[in-house]
């Protein structure tokens, strides 16, 4: 974009509406059905325009930050960690075969002493 003396404006609208619509198609690519509600986090929750563009990309599915769920957006590498342990505690598979490529359901982690 600068060798081509975009404006910056341009080169973030163009970055922002692919960033929506690539979330977009990652739904419709793997997963079976429309979500009734996706839950946004990290720093794209701020982003009022992603925003904007992804609730009406997954119309009807409900579009929200992870605030409206007592969470914070900023929090989303620890949550996600949070539910990994839960989910190996439990011994419980938590990855998506379907997404990952991966031929099986797994437990991702393990629990060593000491």
Not at 25 to 53: H, Q, S
Not at 54 to 68: D, F, N
Not at 78 to 93: C, D, M
Request: positive net charge; aromatic residues 6%.
């Amino acid at each position: 974009a600068k060798s081509r003396r975009l404006p910056l404006a341009d080169t973030l609208a163009t970055v922002t509406a692919f960033t929506a619509q690539s979330i977009a198609d990652a739904y419709k690519r793997f997963l079976p059905a429309r979500p009734d509600e996706v839950i946004i986090c990290g720093g794209g929750v701020w982003n009022a325009t992603l925003l904007a563009m992804l609730r009406k990309l997954l119309a009807p599915s409900a579009v929200g930050p992870m605030e409206q769920f007592g969470l914070s957006s900023d929090a989303k590498e620890a949550v996600s960690f949070a539910i990994l342990a839960y989910e190996t505690i439990r011994n419980k598979p938590s990855n998506v075969p379907a997404a990952t490529g991966a031929t099986k359901p797994a437990v991702l982690g393990k629990i060593v002493p000491g």
